[in-house]
């Protein structure tokens, strides 16, 4: 069993950065593909960033692209999001999440993965 804890989250100006990190135990992390999701209030649950088990392949939200990072470190056992220009459309829950089996072609579907953190709270006001 695989758990996810996030950390990071907090409230920021609009034009500012906040840096989002997801400490993994139990399962073997380097070989979970791993992935960023968020729900705003009212809305569903989206996809945001996801990377692959080796950290050799990312992929972003259209609405992310340019201004998130999703980088992983198979010796510290963490994923990180580093958001940078961020916008009031950025607020939301941010998740975590992992799974053995993900590939490239299911990457942003969030029904494909098994394993998920409890969230942590990013707000983008002035």
């Known amino acids: 069993q695989v758990q996810l804890v996030e950390s990071g989250g907090g409230s920021v100006q609009p034009g500012g950065s906040l840096r989002l990190s997801c400490a993994a135990s139990?399962?073997?992390?380097?070989?979970?593909?791993m992935g960023w999701f968020r729900q705003a209030p009212g809305k569903e649950r989206e996809f945001a960033a996801a990377?692959?088990?080796?950290?050799?392949?990312?992929y972003y939200a259209d609405s992310v692209k340019g201004r998130f990072t999703i980088s992983k470190d198979n010796t510290k056992n963490t994923v990180t999001l580093q958001m940078d220009s961020l916008g009031p459309e950025d607020t939301a829950v941010y998740y975590c999440?992992?799974?053995?089996?993900?590939?490239?072609?299911?990457?942003?579907?969030?029904?494909?993965?098994?394993?998920w953190g409890q969230g942590t709270q990013v707000t983008v006001s002035s």
């Open positions: 999440a992992a799974d053995y089996w993900v590939t490239a072609q299911t990457m942003r579907a969030l029904t494909e993965y098994k394993y």
């Open positions: 139990g399962g073997t992390f380097s070989s979970l593909a």
């Open positions: 990377i692959n088990w080796n950290g050799a392949n990312t």
